[in-house]
């Protein structure tokens, strides 16, 4: 007679969660094992999983310890599973998350389902037209600082799971490896490149944050994505307040406000005339600042409102340099829209949202580097760059689908 296991984990669950990586993608941990390799070998590999987690005798093996740079400056630390311990944190994702997330706050947007950075923008963008200050803020080092005292006081007010729990503090204390083999014993974080962290940071947030201040400051309404956040106010003084308060508070959890990416902004439009100097943020790659606009009757005047960033703006440029488009004098045009557009389509798709026209100057710049090619691909052309921009207008009047941008008429010249 087979002696039950410990723990019941469903066979079902192990298989979801490989379905869920597998499309997820991602790197090798310390294995050097990818996503193929272990497919190579599916059934068992599966089978290991859901042994080892059922009978209480899983343990993950060390996290790969990545430095990427930041956007701005200084360096990111990520920590990369191995494939077989990313499925196993899925399995227990699929069944940690579903107790947490109702009670979330609606104002908490990062690393959720059905939650959007779009629907983050959106919110923050029209209570910017209701409260005349912001505080914006952002935490130093969120994933690297969280207690693991009080994480896991909030993760057993939501699940008394012993599986659930024996992993999650075995994930919590999972060393990081260094190229050289060297391994980094951990007291402190969760791996910002963990399958489960995300949810995990949520929880803690959720406490150290969302419910303060839906205590401490109600009629203060807010909207958080994962480390960064923004708090609307009334007046400055409020918001000064506020800041202080905000302080005092995260350090209290262990957590400290990023000095340089934490202020208080003046949402400034032709109704608001104090004098501030900070009047504009950004926040998911969109910034927010006094722009043009046209009311129903065709009245220009200013609002306070989001469009693509300067940053974002450049990324995206600099990634279709990398492209190097114009040198693919191989390719026809359908081969490049076949490669290329379902990128810009996904540009499109998320820094389009709001105020479009300050994405023009990134896909007029697509435009520049397609007549390049031209020039390049037909004798003809060579040389002429107007003559290149016509010709690609014509084809673009034509087969306006070709890219994405063209459907939304910023082509080349035709005329």
């Not at 469009?307 to 990634?319: E, I, T």
């Not at 026809?332 to 949202?353: A, C, H, Q, T």
């Amino acid at each position: 007679m087979k002696r039950a296991k410990p723990y019941e984990i469903s066979k079902d669950a192990v298989l979801e969660a490989w379905r869920l990586i597998r499309a997820n993608k991602g790197a090798e941990g310390v294995d050097a094992q990818t996503i193929a390799d272990f497919e190579e070998n599916l059934k068992d590999n599966l089978y290991k999983i859901w042994n080892r987690m059922s009978s209480g005798s899983y343990f993950p093996p060390p996290v790969k310890m990545v430095s990427i740079p930041k956007k701005a400056c200084g360096e990111r630390i990520l920590g990369i599973p191995t494939v077989s311990d990313r499925v196993a944190q899925m399995v227990t994702k699929l069944y940690f998350e579903p107790l947490v997330e109702p009670y979330f706050h609606e104002d908490s947007y990062g690393y959720r389902p059905r939650k959007s950075a779009i629907q983050a923008i959106e919110v923050t963008r029209k209570r910017c037209w209701r409260y005349n200050w912001l505080l914006e803020f952002d935490i130093k080092g969120l994933f690297d600082n969280i207690g693991h005292e009080m994480l896991m006081k909030a993760v057993r007010h939501h699940t008394k799971c012993e599986w659930t729990l024996l992993y999650i503090e075995r994930w919590l204390k999972t060393p990081f490896q260094k190229e050289d083999g060297t391994l980094i014993k951990r007291s402190i974080g969760t791996p910002q490149g963990g399958v489960i962290s995300p949810v995990l940071a949520n929880l803690f947030l959720h406490y150290v944050f969302d419910k303060w201040m839906e205590r401490n400051k109600p009629q203060n309404q807010f909207c958080r994505y994962a480390d960064d956040g923004v708090v609307h106010c009334r007046t400055r003084s409020e918001a000064e307040e506020l800041l202080k308060s905000l302080d005092i508070r995260f350090k209290e959890c262990g957590l400290e406000l990023h000095p340089e990416k934490t202020k208080i902004i003046y949402c400034k439009d032709d109704d608001r005339r104090d004098d501030y100097p900070c009047i504009s943020f950004d926040f998911l790659s969109y910034t927010f600042r006094p722009r043009r606009a046209k009311n129903r009757w065709g009245k220009y005047f200013v609002s306070f409102l989001p469009g693509v960033s300067n940053k974002a703006g450049k990324a995206m440029r600099q990634k279709a340099r990398r492209w190097k488009m114009h040198l693919r004098s191989d390719k026809s045009l359908e081969d490049l829209s076949r490669m290329f557009s379902p990128v810009i389509r996904g540009w499109i798709n998320y820094y389009g949202k709001f105020y479009k026209s300050a994405l023009h100057p990134t896909l007029r710049h697509l435009n520049r580097t397609l007549v390049r090619w031209a020039m390049r691909k037909y004798k003809k052309l060579k040389g002429h760059r107007r003559r290149a921009e016509y010709w690609l207008g014509k084809i673009a009047q034509r087969q306006p689908k070709l890219f994405p941008h063209w459907q939304m008429g910023i082509t080349p010249t035709a005329g």
